[in-house]
């Protein structure tokens, strides 16, 4: 079955960088692009960006340039997401989805990110 | 980037309630449109997607429809496991935009 499987929670200071994974099986990884998506109490659902497993190619929301960088290794079928610069602003719980001809079909379980000194 | 409203941010029903789930766009996306449940503590789960297909896996008693920029989710009787957020998704023009959400909560 589908699985995708997000690394745990992080505690981080304000100013620095977090990376975290979502790792993929039951599937062809480079048959899908890999979303990211930003959830907070405050604004909700926010789309990131996502990442073509195949060639690497990244796409992001304007919003999130300069703040969060996708990556991949195909060889483990794992896609990463790095939050640089890290704010309170930044604290949220993160997912990574499938996303294919029906994006976001299946979700990562969530990593929650705080930021405090 | 288009703006995804969803109406009413809290929706009160009962066990066995036929209830209606608003979603409009500030822009027409076409049939792009999922809708997904979310509940406390767990990631969101696709019901719908393109409007009304039914994800496989989804009870019957969900379904969707619209077009353009108006669109709803159905669910015909609602059961006790069906009390939770749902949210709209828009996936026809980038930045891929979410809505605020509709709370279904039991009266």
């Known amino acids: 079955q589908v699985q995708l499987q997000q690394s745990g929670a992080e505690l981080a200071k304000p100013g620095s960088s977090v990376k975290i994974s979502c790792k993929a099986s039951?599937?062809?990884?480079?048959?899908?692009?890999v979303s990211w998506i930003k959830q907070t109490t405050g604004q909700g659902l926010e789309y990131i960006g996502h990442?073509?497993?195949?060639?690497?190619?990244?796409n992001y929301n304007e919003k999130f340039k300069g703040k969060a960088t996708l990556t991949v290794d195909k060889s483990s079928s794992t896609a990463f997401m790095q939050l640089s610069s890290l704010t309170p602003d930044d604290s949220a719980v993160y997912y990574c989805a499938r996303e294919g001809a029906d994006p976001l079909d299946y979700w990562g379980q969530g990593v929650m990110v705080t930021v405090s000194s | 980037d288009i703006q995804m409203t969803q109406s009413p941010s809290v929706l009160s029903a009962s066990v066995g309630d036929r209830v209606t789930l608003n979603c409009k766009a500030s822009?027409?996306?076409?049939?792009?449109l999922n809708w997904y449940q979310q509940k406390l503590g767990e990631a969101p789960k696709l019901l719908i997607y393109?409007?009304?297909n039914l994800q496989t896996g989804i009870p019957s008693r969900f379904s969707g429809s619209g077009s353009g920029t108006d669109f709803t989710l159905t669910i015909s009787s609602l059961q006790p496991e069906d009390f939770a957020t749902y949210f709209c998704?828009?996936?026809?023009?980038?930045?891929?935009?979410f809505g605020a959400g509709t709370k279904l909560e039991l009266k």
């Open positions: 990442i073509n497993t195949g060639s690497g190619g990244t």
């Open positions: 039951g599937y062809t990884f480079t048959s899908y692009y």
């Open positions: 998704f828009q996936h026809n023009s980038w930045p891929y935009t």
């Open positions: 822009q027409n996306i076409n049939k792009y």
């Open positions: 393109n409007t009304n």
